[in-house]
């Protein structure tokens, strides 16, 4: 190891050698033997002493620029990345230009660009590329970073509006945490720590609750998930039921880094299992982001047939819990660099990540790309300065409501050691998410006897007639949450085999309604009496004709007949107290009529199905208030 190391260094300060002039500038005698000296030191493999030797000669003549230069190559072939800098600085300060110094040129271009010294970066580049240098690699890297600089310049000059804190104790309190994340409700806080960076030092997944408004103390997430092996990069469901991270180097992983998932019931977590061989492959695999349901995951890999060296990947949950071969997201998103660390938004609409390989203020910034109507994704966004610079940028969450957004940032601590901490910050407009989102949230109890219940609750979107998030009740509590996204009119549907189905309404299409919700939901056991409201079906005003979006509610119910064969129903309308008593007495029974015929005329039995109307005889509350009428204006069915 030794010897390979020892190796490498004599070829790098070998290598820099044949870049300075060979003559070494200096009319000082003492300077000039100072300088052989330290050339026999460095054949003689005694690096220190080659360079106490070289900065013994500047001593003699501060203007002896090759010296500076010999200096910069050994340090920088030590690692002394600050002396190279400025030994490389001052050396070419004093020299002429000169195409044999194209190395140190571009050495120097280098360290200014660590340091975000665009336009300093920019001019060594260009007398790098004056030279007419034959090394192409390097060659086509410097135009690449000319172009960087271009763009980064432009973005510093026109800022974004954004000011960020470090979170307040008792968060923070590690050396290193970053991948944070929030629950839908934004109450539960998870990220992944370290101790320090040493090797025993491990990653583990930590939560914090926001209780009488502020967050606790962290703490481990569960002792059925905390290892000695490590464990970090977490996702987490909206509803806080389904956590998926990262493990390494475990007895049952496919490689040294796979995703493992773990369900919470009550307040316990399951032991987590690996993904499997479907999802998980011989490379690296990472990173995971979950969308709100948790039945689409998004996660970093550098397996085969990706676009680059990482890249992003997609899989989905089948209605039987396995999931299905991931897919690649595609050139749009992907580049032949990194593309890395995926945060899709709860609304699903916005996927944030970080990439070295689309045009950016260098190392890994930070980008943001939406979903288009045909389910593609739009070429990503940089989201600039003063969040993206010269350095590599972590992770960044943005919350449902795209009020607040979290991420994590290195901070320089003791020479050599570095923290990273957690900050937050208030979302500018520019990095919003497409669409915002609230949530529902409530439990699900046995109408008779008031016991939580284990259901399957489903949102749809009711103008598309399709299924956007499914969850389970947790069976302990009873206790649910689904997203809701702005734009969009809901049905959400709550079953339990031997009961009736609960369904409910939100009307979203204004931004202005886009309020959380807190909803118990009752369900009734299938026996004779029983009767629940179908709350997403829809008629125009003194209409009987059924709308379009009435579809989703009633093909859950032919299902539910389906299921409950020997079951038979009455399907009755009713009405408020607005208009003639007559009227309404025949509105509700044509609009009970019109529910029968299309369930009739999709397989239900008609001996199985009956109607009624009870025009306004029968309201639910009194007819005082727009609100009330609107509640009294209903179609039941009810078991016989």
């Not at 571009?106 to 007398?127: I, P, S």
């Amino acid at each position: 190891m030794y010897k390979a190391l020892l190796l490498t260094l004599l070829l790098t300060i070998s290598t820099f050698n044949l870049g300075v002039a060979q003559q070494s500038g200096t009319r000082s005698a003492k300077a000039e033997r100072l300088y052989q000296k330290a050339e026999e030191y460095v054949r003689g493999r005694d690096f220190n002493r080659a360079l106490q030797a070289l900065s013994q000669a500047v001593e003699k003549d501060p203007q002896f620029a090759d010296a500076y230069l010999r200096a910069a190559g050994l340090h920088k072939a030590m690692g002394n990345k600050n002396a190279a800098f400025e030994n490389l600085q001052r050396g070419l300060q004093l020299a002429p230009y000169s195409p044999a110094y194209a190395n140190q040129y571009f050495d120097l271009a280098e360290l200014h660009f660590d340091r975000g010294e665009y336009q300093a970066a920019k001019e060594n580049y260009e007398r790098f590329l004056q030279a007419k240098p034959r090394n192409e690699k390097l060659v086509h890297w410097a135009k690449d970073q000319l172009k960087t600089i271009t763009f980064a310049q432009q973005a510093m000059r026109q800022p974004v509006n954004f000011k960020a804190e470090a979170m307040p104790a008792p968060l923070n309190r590690f050396q290193l945490q970053y991948f944070p994340y929030t629950t839908a409700d934004q109450r539960s806080f998870i990220f992944t720590a370290r101790s320090g960076s040493r090797p025993e030092h491990d990653e583990n997944i930590y939560l914090s609750e926001w209780k009488n408004g502020s967050w606790q103390a962290p703490a481990s997430i569960s002792e059925n998930i905390n290892s000695p092996a490590n464990e970090g990069a977490a996702t987490i469901s909206g509803d806080g039921k389904t956590l998926v991270f990262t493990s390494c180097n475990r007895p049952d992983s496919q490689s040294d880094c796979d995703l493992y998932i773990s369900f919470r019931t009550g307040d316990t977590w399951s032991k987590p299992r690996s993904m499997g061989d479907t999802v998980n492959s011989k490379s690296w695999d990472s990173q995971p982001s979950l969308s709100a349901d948790g039945r689409t995951l998004y996660f970093t890999s550098t397996r085969g047939g990706g676009v680059g060296k990482e890249d992003i990947w997609v899989t989905y949950r089948n209605e039987d819990d396995s999931w299905q071969k991931p897919v690649n997201l595609g050139a749009t998103v992907n580049s032949t660099g990194r593309d890395m660390a995926p945060s899709i938004h709860v609304s699903g609409s916005t996927l944030y990540f970080v990439s070295d390989g689309h045009l950016g203020l260098g190392g890994l910034d930070v980008f943001k790309t939406s979903r288009l109507a045909n389910s593609s994704w739009a070429a990503p966004e940089n989201l600039g300065y003063p969040l993206n610079t010269q350095a590599d940028e972590g992770s960044l969450f943005i919350t449902p409501d795209n009020e607040t957004g979290y991420y994590s940032r290195t901070e320089s601590m003791d020479p050599g050691a570095v923290s990273i901490k957690l900050y937050r910050f208030a979302v500018p407009e520019a990095w919003r998410s497409a669409l915002k989102s609230t949530y529902a949230q409530g439990r699900v109890f046995d109408a008779g006897t008031k016991k939580p219940l284990a259901a399957q609750v489903q949102l749809y979107d009711l103008g598309a007639d399709s299924l956007v998030q499914q969850v389970r009740s947790d069976k302990v509590s009873g206790e649910y949450t689904v997203v809701l996204t702005e734009g969009k009119q809901y049905g959400l549907y709550v079953s339990a085999p031997g009961y009736l189905t609960n369904s409910l309404s939100f009307d979203y299409r204004s931004a202005r309604q886009l309020t959380p919700v807190a909803l118990d939901v009752y369900l009734d056991p299938i026996k004779a009496g029983a009767a629940m409201v179908l709350r997403n079906l829809f008629f125009d005003t003194g209409k009987y004709a059924l709308e379009p979006k009435s579809e989703t509610e009633l093909n859950k119910l032919i299902r539910f007949m389906q299921q409950n064969k020997n079951l038979k129903v009455e399907i009755a309308g009713h009405t408020d107290d607005v208009g003639p008593e007559q009227d309404n007495q025949v509105l509700s029974e044509k609009r009970a009529r019109s529910v029968v015929e299309y369930l009739t005329s999709h397989g239900i039995a008609k001996d199985r199905i009956r109607y009624k109307g009870y025009g306004e005889s029968k309201p639910v509350v009194p007819n005082t208030s727009d609100e009330n009428r609107q509640q009294n204006r209903r179609i039941e069915m009810r078991v016989l």
